[in-house]
């Protein structure tokens, strides 16, 4: 059964960098095809993808914000970890990361979410 | 960047069908996926590729893909489906995912 869930902190300052956990369970980001996504979603808005890394360490950012994130992982951990830098309150929002379903452009797991605010 | 359409909302009787469209310039030539996702729950794949359903979702759930238009249906529409519904693409360089649809279940 494939898991995940996002942890950090809630409360982020303008202008800190957020950095967020994804720990998930159920596959590994080892066999060929496998991926992680990171997305968000402001309150009351459309779905915004961040960032993917695939299981040979290649990545892909949204043009957007490209600047501004880095993703990696730890396959000895599970883990993939999102940054983002220079918080502005229109980071607001619910982070989500996913399971890239293998060798297809859909998610097919997700976690729960982790809401971030940015206010001083 | 690639653009994705939908109607912000779409409403239909219990029992009847719901036909949510997703639009962009030939759509036809992408795999589109589709999510349905309720109020403080995280987004659930239901169509993929197009036409697929992943496992567990149900056969009312279906979809269709050409031209510049892709379309999901939701036939026999029970109150349990009334949600937020996205479309999602990848356009070679971007995850990019519609405006959202909500469906409301009168």
């Known amino acids: 059964q494939i898991t995940l869930k996002e942890s950090g902190p809630a409360l982020v300052k303008p202008t800190q960098t957020l950095t967020l956990t994804c720990t998930f369970s159920g596959f590994t980001l080892i066999p060929s095809g496998v991926a992680v996504g990171w997305f968000r979603q402001p309150p009351g808005k459309a779905l915004e993808w961040l960032a993917l890394?695939?299981?040979?360490?290649?990545?892909r950012y949204s043009p957007s914000l490209k600047t501004r994130i880095t993703i990696a992982k730890d396959t000895s951990k599970n883990q993939v970890v999102l940054t983002m830098t220079h918080m502005d309150p229109v980071d607001t929002g619910t982070y989500y990361c996913a399971h890239r379903t293998v060798y297809k452009s859909s998610f097919d797991y997700w976690g729960q979410g982790t809401l971030v605010t940015v206010s001083s | 960047s690639y653009e994705l359409t939908q109607p912000p909302s779409v409403s239909v009787a219990p029992g009847q069908t719901a036909t949510i469209t997703c639009g962009g310039n030939?759509?036809?030539?992408?795999?589109v996926h589709w999510y349905q996702q309720k109020p403080g729950q995280a987004p659930v794949l239901v169509v993929c590729?197009?036409?697929d359903r992943p496992s567990g979702i149900p056969e009312r759930f279906s979809g269709s893909n050409s031209g510049n238009t892709a379309t999901l249906t939701i036939s026999r529409v029970e109150a349990g489906d009334e949600a937020d519904y996205y479309c999602?693409?990848?356009?070679?360089?971007?995850?990019?995912f519609g405006p959202g649809t909500k469906v409301t279940v009168l």
């Open positions: 890394i695939y299981w040979d360490d290649n990545v």
């Open positions: 999602q693409v990848w356009d070679s360089s971007s995850y990019v």
């Open positions: 030939n759509i036809g030539s992408l795999s």
């Open positions: 590729d197009d036409s």
